[in-house]
């Protein structure tokens, strides 16, 4: 089993070290795999917002940096550590930069064969927060997120907090690492069905101002009306109802809002 780190943190402090507390544990449960893609010594340039990727395809971004290079390692890939301190209630910069700079696959979701492991560390306060925001990045993108660890990690941190923090990390990668051996597929949630909806109905209706969206969408099926998500997994019937509702409601908005263009 191959893991990616991609380490959000500017230094090799308490979120390293917990990445490193994550390996120790799953190397101690069988044959895997570390590799830690450090941000700071990633050529990424800041998104410069000029929609081009989302209209045209990731191809005609205007910025040369190492983007391709770091999608082709996600890839590769089977399980991927996003991990972060809090800095400012948010992700780091660093991490940010890496979030907006594939801001194209939140239209063209593509790593449903990936698992996901969320860490962040703080000092105080937002550890809850920072890990919603990135569930909400890594599952959209296609992650399976199994697994996720928030860390409060103050100066002169106690005893009894450090052994909290390491039974949270022990338990995360376990569930990891089963995850990984497992390689089974979890049925989504309403909320996954409802964005699966959401977005088939603005890339169908928007095939004319979003081309590279909507020829990516036809192209792995998801058009079709039978698509009841992105993958072949099983999905609950009453989410597919709701989700299909949505869609409903959601093409009705969007064809109101073209005519009102005309």
Known sequence: MKVLVIMGSPRKGNTYRAAQRIEDVMRSLGDVEFEYLM????????????????????????????APAVE?????????????????LNVTGLMKTFIDRFSYIFHRPRFFDKKALLLVTTGIVAEKD?????DSVAGI???????RAGLVTPPG????????????????AREFFR????????????????IFHSQRASFDELADSAPADHAYWKEQGWLDPSARYYTSTPVNPLYDA?????????????????????
């Open 72 to 88: 082709e390692k996600m890839r590769n890939a089977d399980g991927v550590i996003f991990a972060s301190p809090v800095y400012g």
């Open 157 to 172: 941190i106690t005893p009894r907090q450090a052994r909290a923090n390491d039974q949270k990390l022990a338990g995360a």
């Open 242 to 262: 709701v989700g299909r509702i949505v869609e409903w409601f959601v093409r009705r908005r969007i064809r109101r809002d073209l005519a009102a263009m005309r």
């Open 39 to 66: 941000l700071r010594d990633v050529g990424l340039e800041p998104c410069r917002g000029c929609a081009l990727c989302f209209e045209w395809g990731e191809e005609r971004c205007p910025v040369r940096d190492d």
């Open 130 to 134: 920072v890990l919603d925001y990135l």
């Open 179 to 194: 995850a990984l051996a497992e390689g089974r597929e979890r049925r989504p949630g309403l909320r996954s069905v409802i």
């Open 141 to 147: 993108w296609g992650f399976d997120v199994v697994s």
